[in-house]
């Protein structure tokens, strides 16, 4: 009788364990964010979150990813390896149970410090419910374990195939192609980012990537290996490589306040951005939340009680604000945080109110120590924030202009702005579009009920060099704003954005298809990225892609987005078709720019997304710095056009 029972929970149980594997092949969006690039991506972060988690326990020092030929996934750690035992309550193999229950992962070992988890902290198992096939292979108490499944059914029970003196966890995965509305094929840049930050988080780990489908020039498989000695305060260098720092050293420290690990480093830079990067658990928090507050918090009451009682400050008319003392800073912080509450638009944004003053601590004593060993340092540090005071006074008044501008919305609108005739904003767009004269071929190709024209001149203000007042000063940006009907500013943050009154929900940037126009797309996506940054994170942000070529014969016409495409219908159409390149926009007609890049039903739209946070950051202030080899590095690595996938 009790063995009926036991029988009757076993398949109860793993009805309910079924019935969780299939929902999240019924809304994969649940569990992994998105069905596109991201979430495909995700599932990488997934398993490795899983390796971390055992490295951060101190059992693992090593991780392997490797993206295979086929696109499947293998990460491979030295970690303990997942048990494989017989699990008393599901009476199965204690790996079957990680692979194929929901929320298993992690269940057995209570006592470890389980902070890592990707977005959603969902396990393994989800990554193995959303792949065609996943293997997994332990290799344990001198045997080598062995399970595989499909579409996360179990194939066969564990089983041993072979001996091993080794200890981890293998885990080679091909995603679904009837689950991603994208091709199943993996960035390697995308990757790298990430595991390259995972590895200055988590200082003392090694993480390589190799990549099976590429081979350099010796015949070897494209491969990098990421390890950080020291963690954060290097992270700080590297993001602050193509700017010139203002102190020589990075200010940092690692500690514990209130049972909350606190871990920060920060530099000054000659720059006018402020660039904080937070994290918790590994996870970017890119909408910030209480860290952060409390990082701000402690670093505007330390800096500002050293530079009053230095005296520095006394012949100064105004007062400092808190933007003033983070110009030209870069920081991280990171803190782990045991039952993260994550808020906000992306829920990146954390809520615990507990770690605000943990952090604000642990930042005053770090800062406070610091200035007092360092006095000269110290010195500067001020001085940089009573330039920034200064300057901020000189900007508030271009700062009231394009306030006052953009409220008086209808009457206040620039000029050069062909406004279309529909106002609701999520059926209108606004095109960018560089220099007057195909702004005019745009404003007569339009769909004038729902298009809108903004004719920029030539190359806009690099905002990455250029002071903020300078930036609320420039008729092109200030044309921007009002034109978008997006208004800023308080004093505590003065690039505090206004969405509400969004006149158009997409704003499309449109420039020529050649080495000028990536530049200036990449000026106005500086700008965007720098002061509009959620009109980007909310999917706002677009880039026309008009064609490079036309190919014409008798009466056909056809148009090609690259050498390939042009090739293979110059050949369809048989030889003497005639090939016409694009030099610009310009060249094209009102007809053709509709045809080819406006119209919603043939245009193609590329929307702008962030990838990475630190690493988008890292390569703005590269392609938009003083330093020249790295840019002109990165430009020839990314091809022709440097199609920045930020
Ligand atoms: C729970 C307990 C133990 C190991 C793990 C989890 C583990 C999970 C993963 C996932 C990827 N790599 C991993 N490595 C280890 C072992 C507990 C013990 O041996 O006492």
Redesign the pocket.
């Known amino acids: 009788m009790s063995e009926e029972k036991n029988k009757q929970n076993y398949s109860a149980d793993s009805i309910q364990a079924l019935e969780g594997m299939e929902h999240v092949r019924k809304r994969p969006s649940m569990y992994i964010g998105d069905v596109g690039v991201r979430g495909l991506h995700h599932l990488v972060y997934e398993?490795v979150d899983?390796?971390i988690?055992?490295a951060m326990a101190g059992?693992?020092d090593t991780i392997n990813v490797i993206i295979n030929e086929n696109n499947s996934i293998t990460?491979k750690?030295n970690?303990?390896?997942?048990?494989v035992d017989i699990h008393k309550k599901e009476g199965v193999s204690a790996l079957e149970v990680?692979m194929t229950k929901i929320g298993a992962?992690?269940k057995?070992?209570k006592d470890?410090y389980k902070v890592s988890g990707g977005l959603h902290g969902v396990g393994?198992s989800v990554v193995n419910a959303l792949s065609i096939h996943l293997k997994a292979t332990v290799y344990?108490d001198g045997k080598i374990w062995e399970q595989e499944y499909e579409r996360g059914k179990s194939l066969y029970p564990v089983k041993t195939v072979g001996e091993t003196s080794e200890r981890?966890?293998t885990?080679t995965f091909l995603p679904d192609d009837i689950i991603f509305q994208t091709d199943i094929i993996f960035s390697y840049d995308t990757l790298a980012a990430r595991l390259r930050e995972l590895s200055f988080l988590n200082k003392g780990i090694t993480i390589t990537l190799t990549d099976k489908r590429q081979k350099d020039e010796k015949g070897e498989f494209l491969h990098e290996q990421f390890y950080s000695e020291i963690g954060l305060p290097e992270f700080v260098k590297y993001l602050d490589g193509n700017r010139e720092q203002l102190t020589a050293s990075v200010i940092a420290m690692e500690g514990e306040k209130s049972g909350i690990p606190v871990e920060v480093a920060m530099v000054y830079n000659t720059s006018y951005n402020e660039n904080l990067h937070s994290y918790v658990n590994n996870i970017n928090t890119h909408e910030g939340g209480t860290h952060l507050s409390g990082f701000r918090r402690g670093l505007t009451t330390t800096l500002k009680k050293y530079a009053e009682t230095s005296g520095m400050l006394d012949k100064l008319k105004f007062d400092i604000s808190g933007d003033d003392f983070r110009e030209g800073l870069t920081a991280i912080v990171s803190v782990k945080v045991a039952e993260p509450q994550f808020e906000g638009q992306t829920k990146t944004k954390l809520g615990n109110k507990e770690v605000t003053a943990a952090v604000s601590q642990a930042v005053s004593e770090m800062l406070e120590n610091y200035l007092e060993e360092n006095p000269a340092d110290a010195r500067t540090i001020v001085q940089k924030v009573i330039l920034a005071a200064q300057a901020r006074h000189a900007a508030r008044k271009a700062r009231e202009m394009v306030q006052r501008k953009t409220v008086m919305s209808g009457g206040g609108l620039p000029g050069k702005l062909s406004d279309c005739a529909w106002t609701e904003p999520d059926r209108c767009e606004v095109f960018l579009v560089e220099g007057d004269s195909a702004g005019g071929t745009a404003k007569q190709g339009r769909d004038r009920n729902f298009q809108a024209i903004l004719p920029l001149r030539g190359k806009i203000l690099n905002v990455e060099k250029a002071m903020q007042h300078k930036v609320f000063e420039n008729e092109e940006i200030r044309n921007i704003y009002t034109a978008l009907g997006v208004t800023i500013g308080t004093e505590e943050d003065s690039k505090a954005l206004n969405l509400e009154k969004l006149r158009y929900h997409k704003v499309v940037i449109m420039c020529d298809a050649d080495v000028d126009g990536s530049h200036i797309a990449t000026l106005i996506l500086t700008f965007f990225f720098r002061y509009m940054r959620e009109l980007i994170e909310e999917g706002h942000v677009f880039i026309a892609t008009p064609p490079l070529y036309l190919v014409k014969k008798g009466n056909k016409k056809e148009y090609a987005w690259d050498d390939k495409e042009r090739d293979a219908i110059t050949e369809k159409m048989g030889g003497s078709a005639s090939v016409q390149r694009y030099k610009g926009l310009g060249e094209m007609n009102a007809e053709q720019l509709w045809d080819t890049t406006m119209n919603p039903e043939f245009r193609t739209l590329r929307r702008v997304t962030i990838e990475n946070g630190s690493e988008a950051d890292r390569i703005f202030s590269m392609l938009m710095g003083d330093d020249v080899p790295p840019r002109r590095e990165f430009i020839e690595k990314n091809a022709v056009y440097a199609n920045i996938d930020i």
């Open positions: 398993v899983n390796s988690d055992e059992h693992c990460v750690d970690g303990r390896g997942i048990p990680v992962g992690g057995f070992d470890s393994v344990r981890g966890t885990v």
